[in-house]
């Protein structure tokens, strides 16, 4: 069953909001590839490429977000985000290493569907409470 995004995953940063959405996009390809018994490798490489350049990406953008908004959660989350990089990687390295399976593609799926809704959910939504100060408010704060 696709994953589907839900205002209650919104951190109320269009940046990270944007990303959270492409990323379920992602999650919902890498499902239906994991409903195949027989794929295009290159497409399986394609996504693959993509998650790892996205977590690199997205992982650094929010952590910094949550460091300069002072949010509480921030070692939490980048202590997850360290531990899914640990995961993929160890796939990815599966993957090269046997080739595809449609066993490994649906591990996959159901991790990344697990991890984006539980993650999201406790840890990336904590920034709605810690928004970014804009520069007008930061000055009259200083007056």
Known sequence: MAIEWRKNFATNDPH?????QQIFRF??????????????????????????TYIQNHFRYEEACMLKRRC???????????????????NVEAYRQNGYSQQWAQQLFEKLENWLSNHICRVDVKLRDHPEKTTASSSAANR
Do not use: C, G, M, Y
């Not at 990270?16 to 959270?20: F, L, S």
């Not at 794929?39 to 490429?49: K, M, Y």
């Not at 959660?73 to 990687?89: D, G, M």
């Open 27 to 52: 999650a919902n390809k890498l499902e239906t590839i994991a409903q195949q018994a027989d794929v295009d490798t290159r497409e399986v490489d394609h996504l693959l490429s993509f998650l790892e």
């Open 72 to 90: 509480p959660v921030a070692q939490k989350n980048r202590s997850e985000h360290v531990a899914f990089k640990a995961f993929l990687t160890r």
């Open 16 to 20: 990270i909001d944007e990303q959270h």
